[in-house]
Nanobody, 117 residues
Framework: QVQLVESGGGLVQPGGSLRLSCAAS????????MSWYRQAPGKERELVAV????????NYVDSVKGRFAISRDNAKNMLYLQMNSLKPEDSAVYYC??????????WGQGTQVTVSS
């Protein structure tokens, strides 16, 4: 079955960095675009970044442009989100998402990122 497992979250000071990882299994990872979402308390889940199946194209929400970088390793079935210059407003639960054939949407369990001094 399809599984997405995020890791790498934690507590970091403002200005710090974290690298999130998402391990994918149960589908042909290299065939699908992947994305990272986040959800802060009391807010709707929002798209943070998306990457095409081969990794050649990426897009970001304006609030993270220039600070975050999405990447993937199709040989390892891994998705990454490098987050630099973190701000308190980046605090949220971060999820990876896959939309597979037929429009089936899969989410990981999420990883908590807290940016605080």
């Amino acid at each position: 079955q399809v599984q997405l497992v995020e890791s790498g979250g934690g507590l970091v000071q403002p200005g710090g960095s974290l690298r999130l990882s998402c391990a994918a299994s149960g589908f042909t990872f290299s065939n699908y675009a992947m994305s990272w979402y986040r959800q802060a308390p009391g807010k709707e889940r929002e798209l943070v970044a998306v990457i095409t199946s081969a990794g050649g194209n990426t897009n970001y929400v304006d609030s993270v442009k220039g600070r975050f970088a999405i990447s993937r390793d199709n040989a390892k079935n891994m998705l990454y989100l490098q987050m630099n210059s973190l701000k308190p407003e980046d605090s949220a639960v971060y999820y990876c998402r896959a939309v597979l054939a037929g429009g089936f949407v899969y989410w990981g369990q999420g990883t908590q990122v807290t940016v605080s001094s």
